[in-house]
């Protein structure tokens, strides 16, 4: 009850099928015929047996059936249609549900002839009682009684033929040709049925006025008792005649039309009424709608001004752009009397649709307090929101877009090239929400977290952080299934922004800084001397690099290819590193650090007790054009035996190379000097003295004992280790699932938050490390098929979403990180060929 309605409309019907039942459904129709047989009705035979099926703009379904269509039941002047509808989620309409209607119409009185335009037939039908066509009108009619007549004696009381009559000749067709060629034709115990779809090849265009027509001039056949009879079944509809100008639609239409006037005299008219959707109006209700309809000498006018009452504005695309467009079903009746035929009724039901017309769109974010805005418009929108800190407690982007007609709906959006429904996006962080206005409108607000991996990050001055959302929208609109996008590009700059910092320290080997990242953007990347310092390249150079996620720390050894050396002085070597952050996306500096130290002498200089020196002369930064290759000793013959780009070393023996010494008391002095000459010139311009002390007397006490020590071994034990593995809900490790919320749901490609604990230890030489995890398709770890998760502690390189390791930091929960290990599994499911073995 509720889901189907009939209207009696003249001489059609109409069954309205709810869009409350039907929305979102598969439908068929078909037409039940006097035996309880039922015939799909698929497009061609709609037009051939005068069944139309269309979609208003609430999204209901409609069909309409002509008083003299090919299943309807006639007696006197009552008509009975019986459909059978079947309706189903799916495309090929299993597990359909079937529902019959049965409708009857009573329609009086009938005009001798009438004529109905319809959207997508044109149908003509005429009393047999008729007169013969007047001779004028058809030409070599002697020819047209001959080609009939054979047929025609054989039968009984029937159509046998049709004539068409066009321009450079005509075309004879028997009934069988015809109905097969498209073309409905019928006759009952009154009335003789010519029915036309608007495609047919035999449909001429006539003007009239200047307005184009479609027409069909024929003659049919037929023979009634002992009888042949032959009757003018001449239709004709408008095709255009409507124009668009000063906000108003006019639609105008001539009243005598070759070939419906033809042989014809007398013309008077009888009635004129008109109408929406199929419903007559009166003139009081006209006048209210502010609807003209005027009648002249030659043609009938009516006018209607856009977005009037009666049409509904729907949504249109346009070479990709959003647009409108008014509708609306007129309904025009004219009825007139001539001398040919008595009465003619002219029904004629006109779909008309203004040009379309481009509307802008508007995204604000107007949810915030003390929030500064720009709004956007246009097809590429772009929206940027200026927040402070007291806005900040909620994280979200939020953004309303619209506004959009009833007719749409947001069905997909695409970022960072993929593309996910409304509902998977949920899973990326994304919630949308509709909004519906009291007229029908709507706008759609989405929702997204600062965090969200899809928004990008970056640090721009001061304490400004910018978040840029860059999503496209993917709309669909009902029922007609045409689609748009629309690229939207959120831009919010937040005042919080906390930079980077850091704190360094020298031991007596290492110059060291400590990064705290801030949050401005961790896609920063560590440069040192414009070398971006990877963990491959400090491995490479035996320097110390650690990072959290929080704090980046580094230590690079006193002499290293990285640190510049500033002076030498008998009170240390001063030694700076440099380190720099630059921006993942662009080469630009953001952030610069550095720390100097000074350093003992002896980190250059070895005195060995065999009377072996080690000396490592050092290039200052204010002599840069030093070739340290060239630097010699005394003994201009002593080269250095290791080079690199900062630094010489010498190894000599004290009695050698130039090297002078002095004695006292209780000291043996060696003294040489590191110099570096330019080509030519015996000046040097840099000049290290290095100096070694040996003391004359000394006395060492050496203690030792002996000691029969076992070697070392390393003996296999056995006992119990205890181990947990628990999913968690989020990314924070945080809040694991108990049991009673198993089994857990989760989505295609949602992620799952795995962590492994060694319980009941406190060794902290103990750590944990994971082998191989693999997915089953049962609770048996032994049963197939198996899906390897990691192999060897390394993730599986044949999944399409590798698994990723979490690091694992101290914390309250957290006393001993080595003894947990963490991971994270995008959800899948097992296939065999294309079918899912389980959801």
């Known amino acids: 009850t509720g889901s189907m309605s009939s209207e009696c409309l003249g001489n059609l019907l109409r069954i309205t099928l709810s869009a409350e039942y039907f929305e979102d459904k598969y439908l068929t129709f078909s037409a039940v015929d006097r035996f309880g047989t039922a015939w799909e009705i698929d497009e061609?035979?709609?037009?051939?047996?005068?069944?139309?099926?269309?979609?208003?703009?609430?999204?209901?379904?409609?069909?309409?059936?002509?008083?003299?269509?090919?299943?309807?039941?006639?007696?006197?002047?009552?008509?009975?249609?019986?459909?059978?509808?079947?309706?189903?989620?799916?495309?090929?309409?299993?597990?359909?549900?079937?529902?019959?209607?049965?409708?009857?119409?009573?329609?009086?009185?009938?005009?001798?002839?009438?004529?109905?335009?319809?959207?997508?037939?044109?149908?003509?039908?005429?009393?047999?009682?008729?007169?013969?066509?007047?001779?004028?009108?058809?030409?070599?009619?002697?020819?047209?009684?001959?080609?009939?007549?054979?047929?025609?004696?054989?039968?009984?009381?029937?159509?046998?033929?049709?004539?068409?009559?066009?321009?450079?000749?005509?075309?004879?067709?028997?009934?069988?040709d015809a109905w097969h060629a498209g073309y409905g034709l019928n006759t009952t115990d009154a009335r003789i049925l010519l029915r036309i779809p608007h495609s047919a090849a035999q449909i001429q265009l006539v003007k009239a006025q200047g307005i184009s027509f479609s027409a069909v001039r024929s003659s049919i056949f037929y023979k009634q008792r002992w009888m042949i009879l032959m009757v003018d079944t001449a239709v004709a509809c408008p095709v255009d005649g409507v124009d668009y100008s000063n906000k108003t639609i006019t639609w105008t239409v001539p009243k005598y039309v070759q070939p419906l006037s033809a042989g014809a005299t007398g013309f008077k008219d009888v009635l004129i009424e008109a109408g929406v959707d199929l419903h007559r109006l009166s003139a009081e209700e006209m006048d209210s709608r502010k609807y003209s309809l005027s009648n002249d000498l030659d043609s009938i006018t009516i006018k209607i001004p856009i977005g009037a009452e009666g049409g509904y504005y729907k949504t249109s695309v346009s070479s990709g752009q959003h647009g409108t467009k008014y509708c609306i079903s007129l309904f025009l009746e004219h009825q007139w009397e001539d001398n040919k035929w008595g009465l003619t009724r002219h029904t004629i039901i006109k779909e008309i649709e203004t040009p379309f017309e481009h509307v802008e769109l508007t995204m604000t974010n107007r949810k915030w307090l003390n929030t500064e805005f720009t709004e956007g418009t246009g097809e590429n929108l772009m929206l940027t929101c200026f927040f402070s800190d007291t806005n900040l407690s909620a994280r979200l982007m939020n953004v309303s877009?619209?506004?959009?007609?009833?007719?749409?709906?947001?069905?997909?959006?695409?970022?960072?090239?993929?593309?996910?429904?409304?509902?998977?996006?949920?899973?990326?962080?994304?919630?949308?929400?509709?909004?519906?206005?009291?007229?029908?409108?709507?706008?759609?607000?989405?929702?997204?977290?600062?965090?969200?991996?899809?928004?990008?990050?970056?640090?721009?001055?001061?304490?400004?952080?910018?978040?840029?959302?860059?999503?496209?929208?993917?709309?669909?609109?009902?029922?007609?299934?045409?689609?748009?996008?629309?690229?939207?590009?959120t831009v919010s700059a937040v005042k919080y922004a906390v930079l980077p910092s850091a704190r360094g320290f020298c031991d007596e080997k290492n110059l060291c800084l400590t990064i705290a990242r801030g949050n401005v953007d961790p896609n920063w990347l560590l440069f040192i001397s414009n070398q971006h310092l990877t963990p491959e390249a400090a491995q490479k150079h035996s320097y110390s690099l650690s990072d959290n996620g929080t704090h980046l720390a580094i230590c690079v050894p006193f002499l290293s290819p990285h640190v510049d050396y500033e002076d030498i002085h008998s009170s240390g070597i001063m030694a700076s590193l440099h380190l720099t952050l630059k921006d993942g996306v662009t080469p630009a500096n953001r952030r610069d650090f550095s720390i100097s130290c000074r350093f003992s002498p002896s980190q250059l200089m070895q005195c060995l007790p065999n009377g072996t020196v080690v000396i490592t002369a050092v290039k200052l930064v204010g002599i840069s054009d030093v070739d340290i290759s060239q630097l010699v000793l005394r003994d201009r013959q002593c080269k250095p035996i290791l080079v690199t780009e900062k630094a010489a070393t010498f190894k000599f023996n004290v009695n050698t190379c130039g090297t002078s010494r002095k004695f006292n008391s209780t000291t043996m002095t060696y003294e040489n000097d590191v110099l570096y000459f330019r080509p030519g010139s015996d000046m040097p311009v840099y000049q290290l003295k290095c100096i070694c002390w040996y003391a004359i007397k000394q006395t060492v006490d050496v203690q030792y004992e002996s000691k029969n020590n076992l070697a070392p071994s390393i003996k296999p034990g056995y006992g119990s280790l205890a181990f947990s593995l628990k999913l968690f809900k989020e990314k924070s490790f945080s809040n694991p699932y108990k049991e009673s919320e198993y089994p857990v749901v989760k989505y295609l490609t949602e992620a799952l938050y795995f962590e492994v604990e060694l319980l009941q230890s406190e060794d902290v030489r103990l750590e944990l490390n994971l082998k191989d995890c693999w997915a089953t398709n049962s609770q048996s770890s032994a049963s197939h098929p198996q899906w390897p998760i990691f192999r060897n502690g390394c993730e599986n390189s044949e999944d399409s979403h590798r698994t990723i390791f979490h690091q694992v930091n101290f914390s309250p929960r957290v006393k001993f990180p080595q003894h947990l290990k963490r991971f994270e599994v995008r959800m899948f499911t097992f296939v065999q060929s294309t079918t899912l073995l389980q959801e």
């Open 44 to 176: 061609a035979m709609a037009s051939q047996c005068g069944y139309t099926v269309t979609y208003n703009y609430w999204g209901n379904a409609e069909f309409r059936a002509s008083a003299l269509s090919c299943h309807s039941q006639s007696e006197k002047d009552v008509f009975t249609v019986t459909i059978q509808i079947k309706a189903s989620h799916t495309p090929d309409m299993k597990n359909a549900a079937t529902y019959l209607k049965t409708a009857t119409c009573h329609y009086s009185p009938w005009s001798p002839r009438e004529l109905v335009c319809e959207k997508n037939y044109m149908e003509v039908s005429v009393r047999k009682e008729v007169p013969q066509i007047v001779p004028d009108f058809i030409q070599d009619g002697a020819e047209d009684w001959a080609l009939a007549f054979p047929e025609a004696k054989a039968g009984g009381s029937s159509i046998w033929q049709i004539v068409f009559h066009q321009p450079e000749k005509k075309k004879a067709l028997l009934v069988s």
């Open 401 to 489: 877009l619209g506004v959009f007609l009833p007719d749409v709906e947001l069905v997909n959006l695409t970022f960072e090239g993929a593309t996910v429904t409304v509902l998977e996006a949920i899973q990326h962080g994304y919630l949308t929400q509709e909004n519906r206005y009291a007229n029908g409108s709507q706008t759609y607000t989405i929702q997204v977290p600062f965090d969200a991996a899809s928004i990008k990050k970056e640090y721009t001055r001061d304490d400004i952080r910018t978040y840029t959302l860059n999503v496209t929208l993917d709309f669909i609109i009902r029922p007609t299934s045409e689609t748009f996008t629309i690229p939207v590009i």
